[in-house]
């Protein structure tokens, strides 16, 4: 069964607020964009093993841009179009496309039609909008990639049918979020440092879904064949500053007053850097896990019309009452 917010711990997904942290967050967010650059350069090198051309492609929640050239080197002939719920991430995306349009554009003039557009002269499409409500018409896209988003969603068992209904049949989705183990270092910081104050311990991070149960949901939205894979990976610091300091500009920190000052008081924070000071390993730094979990699938074929009557494929007439040979 898909979990609610009140059974994960998950806080209730609001668009309004989601939009906020990234808007105070996207003027330095490239300070700290290595990890989906990272896990963006990942998923690309899974992608070189599946064949699909799409002619439509679609970023669901692109922040600033940074994997739409990517994207659309690798489908020239494709029309890539990247969507953001922040306006702040979206104008950095604009600009930094901007400079690639005027540094390209002296020699592709003298391109032909057909190499310029090749060299992605075409560019991609940038739009302001909810990635659990896409304001795209179903089957608008051959391909669906969504790069470290879906863990900002309390219900990704409610996005994957939003994302299977802007797909055509047998496009592809192929996405990345953290799992359960992410950021688990500051997890425990939290709790030993709430527990020397006596006080009752509270949600700091978001609490991350399940690579199986992604997967069931995956099925359970009109998807199939999805294939799920996870890594660990680990990023270390020199001091419990700089690791806060990353978390809070990557906008981990959704339980944060509305302005982003950090809800902690002086006592709280002073015992949470003496608790990762404890985390420290025998080269000094302080480790900070990320869970990344990857899928991919297809949108299946339906089985049964809008009204409600069952669709039988022709193909598969008679499988039912063949017998081994």
């Not at 560019?123 to 900002?152: I, K, M, T, V």
């Not at 047998?170 to 939290?190: V, W």
């Not at 990320?290 to 598969?316: C, Q």
């Amino acid at each position: 069964m898909s979990p609610t917010p009140a059974k994960s711990g998950r806080p209730a997904y609001d668009p309004r607020r989601l939009r906020e942290i990234f808007d105070l967050r996207a003027a330095a967010f490239d300070e700290v964009a290595f990890l989906p650059r990272e896990i963006a350069q990942r998923m690309r090198e899974r992608l070189e093993y599946i064949k699909v051309a799409p002619t439509r492609v679609l970023d669901a929640a692109c922040g600033t841009g940074a994997d739409l050239p990517g994207l659309r080197e690798r489908f020239a002939d494709a029309s890539v179009l990247g969507v953001d719920i922040s306006s702040a991430m979206l104008a950095r995306a604009t600009l930094a496309e901007t400079a690639d349009s005027e540094a390209g554009a002296g020699w592709r003039r003298f391109l032909p039609a057909t190499l310029s557009k090749a060299f992605g002269a075409r560019g991609p499409q940038l739009a302001q909008a909810d990635f659990a409500a896409l304001p795209f018409a179903a089957g608008a896209f051959e391909l669906l990639w969504s790069n470290l988003a879906l863990h900002w969603h309390a219900r990704p068992d409610l996005v994957f049918p939003e994302w299977q209904r802007v797909l055509k049949v047998n496009g592809l989705l192929m996405f990345s979020t953290f799992g359960p183990d992410t950021l688990r270092e500051l997890s425990g910081a939290y709790r030993d440092a709430e527990a020397s104050l006596g006080i009752a311990p509270r949600p700091h991070t978001i609490d991350f879904v399940d690579m199986h149960d992604l997967g069931d949901m995956l099925v359970e939205s009109g998807f199939e064949i999805p294939v799920m894979d996870q890594e660990v990976l680990t990023i270390t610091y020199r001091s419990p500053e700089s690791l806060l300091n990353d978390v809070r500009r990557w906008g981990a920190y959704p339980f944060e007053r509305a302005g982003g000052a950090d809800i902690d008081g002086r006592a709280l924070r002073d015992a949470l850097h003496k608790a990762l000071d404890g985390r420290r390993r025998e080269d000094g730094t302080i480790p900070l896990t990320f869970e990344v979990i990857y899928g991919h699938a297809w949108k299946a074929v339906p089985r049964m019309t809008p009204e409600g009557h069952g669709i039988v494929r022709l193909e598969d007439i008679g499988r039912g009452s063949r017998k081994d040979r």
